[in-house]
């Protein structure tokens, strides 16, 4: 088990009570020659030991006391070779110290040792000046003694030797005039062993730039001092000078301090030895010594054993970082890890507002401030990027700061970490939501840090994330679940392959959110309207019964007829845990009381369909996400998002719009039923809510219902695709058909299944009509055929047909449903088919062409014969005397008492009627006439007038009759037509003329008027 970081250091007191501030490590080394600034600066044994003595800062103290000393082989110029805030001012701070107070600086071991390493026992005796470009006025100073001192040189003489050395250069310190090498020389000379300490010399010079002489400016009077001291130091025994030309930020110096900056490389450092107060590997060393009292060394070596078999077990990273030297590397770094430091030193150190190793220090000291005040919550062995708070002011302050603009602060508050008191930060969510400790925090700031380093790729890689996050205890899988929640979550989160950063520029996420803030609700609904009608609603795929209706524009809109009927609300319309809401219930008993302002008839053919509130809530939220996405697509900002960004609005695009397509789906779950409720002594309708299913593939919202509704769970299916006989008499008989009702037509029964809401909906008109059959064939009622509606149902010869018990009912007749067709209980059947059985005309056609086709006469008792055949009741005489008249006087039949005999009237006795002979008028009889002798003519005329029948008869008829046939037959059909009725008095005129003795019992006579 590795210690907790936190049980194996020791911070310095102003780290471990919280009193780290931004002037600690901003070392000023014009201050501290003044006797102010910080205690750890000014007091020589706390400040030396507390300094990390590196390679360059021993080399420098080395080549200075040995310069001092006299060593003709020490370089007297050195130049401190570092960037910005790089240590250059902590190194000419120690050498200050050192020389000026040699005592106590020899108290610190480490120092000791350097100067014995240098050949001597004791720091020599030296004068020592302090030039900080950044303190002094350019516009000179007044000492003590009543001197006013207006140049480095007037400055450097009075510090080394007092008004006897500033006399040496008085004259050229008033002129504004360098006093050249030779005046410089005897002034080293004269003062002997010293060492000039020169800090930001390039902010001096590029502050008196303004400042004119004799000779041009004194920034160019400057330059050429400085050169000139460089050749009197070197011509000087124990005279030695340290020059730190950059230290001020770019954005403290003008526009010109680069072509000062040249000319002072040019001109001072051509013979100087260049010394880097810290190296790359170093810093490690150094933040160690600087924010810690101590650390266990043993706890830093298991840690890092630890970190290399975990990064051997993770593989996919560099065989440098999976070995015993960074293992190394990670004791020495302990306990902050490698990763950290190198993104602060080297990635932020290559920014120009950053100060390398001073601000590297500043900002861990922050960090660990912070971290120490909470440490009895940390569990790590090790700090990591992921461990820093930028909700922390300070260090968010400094990563603002080096990111160059203030828009980082919206990055960084929207998406890393929020200020104390603010919302909560994209990925504090998603560590709450997750409940993911401080990993998402954690990967995203670490991402964060990546992003704002200097450099042409400011950004992290795989490799970089996993030296940067991965710990033990944390598997790989749930960065790479973290990272892929980003994607969906950040809003200035980029990625690409294996590269992952931050950018001021909102990605499509945050571009998504801003349209989906602007889209107005008559947008979303309008997208979500149509993605119901055109993609989930389903009415037009086979297998249900509905006729659909989708967002009807009022109850006018749905017609009241017979045809079962599915209405799918608005969206608006909802209902929350089986309850429809008022409105839902409202729309729906409107559209049940009424078709606009009429009452409906037919309540229980209709079926609602509404949302589910929650549901489509969501479904809503995916219109908008889609509509969002659509947005980006087709607007301004695509072609500057770059293909990756584009290939995710693409993708999300498409997903919302499946996910919009599933949200309706699914949301419209609820079918609405009409019902009987009684309230108090009356009978109300109201609604039952049915859930019709969840979302699967392939399914729709219509036929999701009509499965639901159709099935057999709960208490049976609403709506009825088969429904048994059995059923229909014994569970609905007393809305369809009551007991002690003896008929119901197949009208009024349809009519009650379509409009009571006591009873299941029934498909449609073809289940009931099966019912009947099935229900006739059982025995269990008749069907039968009535001539007109109003007929008595109780007569035998009311009915065409009727069908009970038969397996199978002619094809060429189906019961259907109307007011003729009628269902009879049994008993009132078998009282029907105990009363003689009417004949028809039909009836008897019908048998004389089956007898012998026809064309043969027949006899009346066999036609009798034929139509008693198969009845069960036998047949009504009286019907078939006049089904035979009816016939004989349209004179389709002809009557013979014989085969061959003449034409007579139907006899009035039946028995009579029986014994005679029946032809087909206009059939060729058999009477041996058709021989070689005889001769049959047949005349056919349509006539139009009187005149024509005058003419018909003299010219024709009379000729015919005048040869004696044995036969003569005249067929008349006469149709007269009036544009207005005669009257009364014609009716009376042919009512008399059928009474004619020659035309009774041979005239019918068929008037409209008594039709």
């Not at 939501?433 to 840090?449: D, K, N, S, V, W």
């Not at 499946?658 to 409720?677: D, H, K, Q, S």
């Not at 019908?846 to 064309?855: E, K, T, V, Y």
Request: charged letters at 25%.
């Amino acid at each position: 088990m590795l210690k907790p970081w936190w049980q194996a250091v020791t911070p310095h007191d102003d780290i471990a009570k919280g009193r780290v501030n931004e002037g600690l490590f901003d070392a000023k080394l014009g201050q501290v020659a003044q006797g102010q600034g910080p205690e750890e600066y000014l007091n020589t044994r706390l400040f030396l030991r507390k300094t990390c003595f590196t390679d360059g800062l021993r080399d420098l103290l080395v080549g200075v006391v040995r310069r001092a000393a006299g060593d003709p082989e020490v370089n007297g110029v050195l130049w401190l070779q570092t960037g910005f805030g790089g240590g250059k001012s902590h190194a000419e701070l120690a050498t200050y110290h050192l020389l000026k107070h040699p005592d106590e600086a020899m108290e610190v071991d480490e120092v000791a040792s350097i100067v014995h390493g240098a050949g001597l026992e004791r720091p020599p005796r030296a004068e020592v000046a302090v030039v900080s470009g950044t303190s002094i006025n350019p516009l000179g100073r007044t000492t003590v003694d009543g001197l006013h001192i207006r140049t480095l040189w007037g400055e450097v003489a009075y510090q080394l030797g007092g008004p006897p050395a500033y006399a040496l250069v008085a004259d050229n310190d008033a002129s504004l005039l360098s006093p050249g090498t030779e005046t410089l020389t005897q002034l080293l000379s004269h003062v002997g062993p010293c060492v000039i300490l020169f800090d930001e010399t390039l902010h001096y010079v590029d502050k008196v730039t303004a400042i004119e002489t004799p000779k041009r400016t004194l920034a160019d009077q400057t330059v050429a001092f400085l050169r000139e001291l460089t050749d009197a130091v070197n011509a000087v025994p124990g005279a030695a000078m340290v020059v730190s030309l950059t230290a001020s930020r770019e954005d403290m110096l003008s526009d010109g301090a680069t072509a000062w900056l040249e000319r002072l490389n040019e001109h001072v450092l051509r013979s100087a030895t260049a010394i880097r107060p810290v190296q790359r590997s170093e810093i490690h060393d150094v933040i160690r010594r600087r924010l810690f009292e101590s650390v266990d060394e043993d706890a830093a070596a298991a840690t890092a054993k630890a970190y290399r078999e975990l990064y051997a077990s993770l593989g996919g990273l560099p065989v440098e970082k999976m070995g015993a030297e960074y293992e190394r590397l990670i004791a020495r770094s302990y306990p902050f890890h490698p990763e950290l430091v190198s993104v602060l030193y080297e990635r932020w150190g290559a920014r120009t507002g950053f100060q390398e190793t001073r601000d590297t220090l500043r900002f861990l000291a922050l960090a660990m401030q912070h971290l120490w005040a909470h440490r009895e919550q940390c569990h790590d062995a090790l700090i990591q990027c992921c461990d820093i708070d930028l909700g922390v002011g300070e260090l968010r302050g400094m990563a603002r700061r080096v990111a160059g603009d203030e828009q980082w602060e919206t990055v960084i508050g929207t998406d890393v970490a929020a200020q104390p008191g603010s919302e909560l930060a994209q990925a504090q969510l998603l560590d709450r939501q997750y409940r993911t400790g401080r990993l998402a925090e954690g990967l995203a700031t670490t991402i964060l840090l990546y992003s704002i380093g200097g450099g042409e790729a400011p950004r992290a890689t795989r490799e970089g994330l996993r030296l940067a996050c991965s710990r033990p205890g944390v598997s790989e899988s749930m960065w790479d679940d973290i990272l892929a929640r980003f994607e969906r979550s950040l809003f200035y989160y980029y990625w690409e392959d294996s590269f992952y950063q931050f950018r001021k520029e909102p990605n499509v996420l945050h571009l998504h959110r801003t349209h989906f803030t602007n889209l107005t609700p008559g947008e979303v609904e309008a997208h979500l309207c149509t993605v119901i009608d055109k993609s989930a609603l389903g009415d037009k795929a086979p297998g249900h019964g509905f006729r659909v209706y989708f967002r009807p524009e009022g109850s006018g809109t749905i017609p009241d007829d017979e045809d079962l009927k599915l209405i799918v609300l608005d969206p608006q319309y909802t209902v929350n845990d089986g309850v429809p809401s008022e409105a839902t219930a409202r729309a729906c008993l409107e559209t049940l009381d009424k078709r606009g302002d009429v009452l409906r008839q037919n309540r229980n053919v209709l079926v609602f369909c509404a949302a589910d509130q929650e549901a489509i809530a969501q479904a809503r939220q995916a219109a908008g996400d889609y509509l969002s996405w659509s947005k980006i697509q087709r607007g301004s900002e695509w072609g500057r998002i770059g293909g990756a960004q584009q290939a995710i609005v693409t993708e999300r695009m498409e997903n919302a719009s499946a996910e919009t397509v599933r949200g309706v789906i699914g949301a419209y779950c609820w079918a609405l039923l009409p019902i009987a409720a009684r309230e108090g002594s009356s009978s109300v309708v109201k609604l039952e809510s049915v859930r019709s299913g969840h979302y699967g593939p392939g399914k729709l919202v219509v036929p999701m219902v009509w499965e639901r509704l159709t099935g057999s769970s709960g208490a049976g299916p609403a709506i009825l695709t088969e429904l048994t006989p059995e059923a229909l008499l014994d569970r609905y008989h007393e809305e369809t058909w009551p007991r002690a009702q003896l008929s119901v037509t197949t009208r009024e029964l349809w009519e009650r299944f379509c409009r009571q809401v006591a009873l299941p909906a029934l498909r449609d008109e073809s289940t009931l009509l099966d019912t009947l059959r099935v229900g006739q064939q059982k025995g269990l009622f008749a069907l039968g055929h009535l001539t007109s509606d109003d007929s008595p149902r109780d007569q035998r010869d009311s009915y065409t047909t009727l069908y009970f018990k038969q397996a199978a009912l002619p094809p060429q007749e189906p019961p259907q449903i109307g007011q003729r067709w009628v269902l009879l209980r049994p008993s009132l059947y078998e009282a029907i088919t105990s009363q003689p059985a009417q004949v028809s005309v039909d009836e008897v056609r019908a048998a004389l062409r089956a007898i012998n086709g026809g064309d043969r006469p027949a006899s009346v008792s066999a036609v009798y014969a034929y139509v008693s055949k198969g009845r069960a009741a036998p047949v009504d005489d009286r019907s078939f005397h006049a089904a035979v008249r009816e016939l004989v006087v349209r004179q389709e039949l002809a009557y013979r008492p014989e085969p061959t005999g003449p034409e007579q009237n139907v006899p009035e006795d039946p028995e009579a009627l029986r014994s005679g002979w029946l032809s087909v008028v206009g059939e060729q009889i058999a009477t041996g006439l058709t021989g070689a002798q005889g001769r049959v003519i047949t005349v056919s005329a349509t006539l139009s007038t009187l005149e024509q029948l005058t003419t018909l008869y003299k010219s024709i008829l009379q000729p015919l009759h005048s040869q004696h046939p044995k036969t003569l037959r005249l067929v008349v059909n006469v149709t007269a037509e009036y544009e207005t009725d005669p009257g009364g008095g014609l009716s009376a005129t042919l009512r008399d003329g059928t009474e004619q003795p020659s035309l009774r019992g041979v005239v019918t006579i068929r008037d409209s008027r008594q039709a």
